[in-house]
């Protein structure tokens, strides 16, 4: 179970990581990804006892403008985080 342990924990780091970059509360995701905030918080500290589900991985994904993979990458892809940090950028 480590191993679905570290999977979570990566999902939720890459789910924070691309929600501040897009400088996105908590809430604003979850109404954009139609999920509860609550739920975002559980992905984000991975803190989910029965895992999360595909459909409320793809509403997210597209939500955060990424594909699920790069959620799921331990290494997220640095095109996406450059692309999400000029675009914050221009936004401010």
Known sequence: MQGLEQSYRTIGDNVYRFRVLQHMTQEEL???????????????????????????MINIARALGVPVCVLMSEKPCQHYLDYLSSAAIHRV
């Open 30 to 56: 979850a109404e954009s990804s139609n999920v509860s905030g609550a739920y975002i918080s559980q992905i984000e500290r991975a803190n989910l006892h029965k895992g999360i589900t595909c459909t409320a």
